[in-house]
């Protein structure tokens, strides 16, 4: 943690691995790369006692197969599902997302085709928390990012060349259960093809393999709450997805725009677009594969939306 005023670094030893991480409405940070446990850090305790341990703690990922809506003894990933038990399961988190809708804790999980997966941290997470899993099904694999908007539905990259979303509203039968093992909701799914040229002989698809999705919940770009967003690496650009089309942001010079990520910052509400926009980074682990070439260093990128071209 760096405090901007004194410049001064705090280190946070956590018993967990970490990689993304993001805080919900009540301070308690997030975060992914735990493999087989969720971690968090409670930043009301941390800042009140100093104390990283006692701020700290996680969970392991625990579906609800007995169907009684409470933890209880559960069976381990090796073992069949017991219907009078509940069930461990493994594949840890890659993009990690606090839902606004109802406080859920929401991740994209990379095993193949992928998946997305809920936790509901209930009053004492460590031994309370409870998960359900959603696979991705066919047309789309390949999940990495995501993001969730504030209905709850979650958005993401996949390596299908497809954004998906996934709306846990529209699944039709037991959200928990002996058979709530993650095929249970294909119904909830939904894929909107990337622009770009895609591969023939498969349908309708995109080439594009976009690395991360973000949803600008807060309209800090200027097309809209709750518009999802996401890295187009091979469109040179960021995508977003506004009224069921695909938008590009291209970044025309240097060529070879790639972004690992990227956020939107409102600076000053009353100045119009000026005040608002969306920052970047842009050169991967090879920046001098630009278009600038050798000696190419990383930029941060500032996208803007202007009301018409000639605005100023």
């Keep these: 943690m760096l405090d901007p005023k004194t410049t001064k670094y705090t280190f946070v030893d956590t018993c967990f691995g970490t990689h993304h991480l993001q805080f919900d409405a009540n301070d308690r940070l997030w975060t992914s790369g735990g493999g087989q446990v969720l ?4 930043m009301k305790i941390f800042d009140q006692t100093g104390d990283a341990a006692k701020a700290q703690g996680w969970t392991p990922f625990i579906l609800d197969t007995n169907g009684n809506g409470r933890r209880d003894v559960y069976v381990e990933p090796n073992q069949p599902v017991d219907p009078s038990k509940d069930k461990r399961i493994t594949g840890g988190f890659y993009a990690v997302m606090p839902s606004p809708a109802d406080g859920s804790i929401w991740g994209s999980v990379r095993v193949f085709p992928g998946a997305v997966m809920r936790v509901v941290p209930g009053p004492n997470p460590s031994e309370t928390a409870l998960a359900e899993i959603y696979n991705v099904p066919l047309p789309g694999f390949g999940i990495r990012g995501a993001d969730i908007d504030k209905q709850g539905v979650v958005w993401a990259s996949l390596a299908s060349g497809h954004l998906a979303s996934f709306d846990r509203r529209r699944c039709k039968g037991p959200l928990n259960g002996p058979k709530a093992t993650g095929d249970h909701c294909p119904e909830g799914w939904a894929f909107y093809p990337y ?20 949803v600008d919940q807060h309209n800090t770009f200027g097309l809209g709450e709750d518009v999802p967003m996401s890295t187009g690496n091979l469109n040179n650009g960021l995508i977003a997805f506004k009224d069921g089309k695909m938008i590009r942001l291209t970044v025309p010079y240097p060529m070879g725009f790639y972004a690992k990520g990227f956020d939107g910052r409102i600076d000053d509400p009353r100045a119009g677009w000026k005040g608002r926009g969306l920052w970047s980074s842009s050169g991967d682990r090879a920046p001098w594969l630009m278009e600038n070439g050798k000696g190419s260093k990383p930029l941060a990128v500032h996208f803007q939306l202007r009301p018409h071209p000639l605005a100023k």
């Design 195 to 214: 622009p770009g040229p895609g591969f023939q002989g498969i349908g309708e698809n995109s080439a594009e393999s976009s690395y991360y999705s973000w």
């Design 39 to 42: 971690g968090w850090l409670d």
